[in-house]
C-alpha cells in the first residue's frame, strides 16, 4: 500500500471515530431525577384534597363524640340510681354496640377515601410529569422514592423543584 492510501485510511477512521463520538454526545438522552416524596407533599392538588379528607373525618369525629357523650350520661344515670333499671342497661348495650361499630366503619370508610384519594393525586401528578418531559424534552425522569430504585443521581440532575412549580402551576390553571 501506499502512503497515501495509509493516510486515507487513518484519516478514515479519525473521521468516523470523530463521527461516532459526536453523534454520541448529540443523542445522549436527557435525563434527570424527582423525588418523588417531595413531589407528592408539595402538590397543591394533594394539600387541597387533605383538607376534605380532614373536613370529613372531624365531622366522623363529632359523630363518634357524640355517641361517647351519651354512653357516659346513660353510665352516669345508671349509677345514680338505687335500682338496676334492665331497660336502661340494655339501652346502654345497644349505644355501646353502636358506638364500636361506628368507630369501626369510620376507620375504614377513612382509609378508603384516603386511598382513593391517593389514586386521585398519583394520577394527576403522572400526567403532569409526562407533560413535563415532554415539554422539556427529557428523555426520561427517574423518580427516587427512597427505596432503592436508584442506585446513584447526580444532584445536578434533580429537577423537583420545577416539577413541583409545574405541577402546581398546571394544578392552578397557568
Do not use: C, H, W
Not at 424527582?34 to 407528592?40: G, H, L, R, S
Not at 340510681?81 to 331497660?87: L, R
Amino acid at each position: 500500500m501506499t502512503k497515501g492510501k495509509y493516510l486515507f485510511i487513518a484519516g478514515a477512521l479519525v473521521g468516523v471515530f470523530i463521527l461516532s463520538f459526536l453523534s454520541f454526545k448529540i443523542y445522549t438522552p436527557k435525563t434527570a431525577t424527582i423525588d418523588i416524596k417531595a413531589v407528592f407533599n408539595e402538590f397543591a392538588y394533594k394539600k387541597e384534597l387533605e383538607v376534605e379528607l380532614n373536613k370529613v373525618k372531624l365531622a366522623k369525629q363529632n359523630v363518634i363524640d357524640s355517641l361517647r357523650i351519651q354512653l357516659e350520661n346513660i353510665n352516669r344515670s345508671a349509677s345514680a340510681k338505687q335500682v338496676v333499671d334492665e331497660n336502661l342497661v340494655e339501652y346502654y348495650k345497644i349505644k355501646r354496640e353502636e358506638y364500636f361499630t361506628k368507630i369501626e366503619e369510620f376507620e375504614v370508610t377513612n382509609a378508603e377515601l384516603a386511598a382513593s384519594y391517593d389514586e386521585k393525586i398519583l394520577t394527576q401528578m403522572r400526567q403532569y410529569i409526562k407533560d413535563y418531559g415532554e415539554e422539556n424534552k427529557y428523555e426520561y425522569i427517574y423518580g427516587d422514592d427512597g427505596n432503592g430504585y436508584i442506585s446513584y443521581a447526580s444532584v445536578n440532575n434533580d429537577i423537583t423543584k420545577d416539577v413541583i412549580k409545574y405541577i402546581n402551576n398546571r394544578f392552578g390553571g397557568e
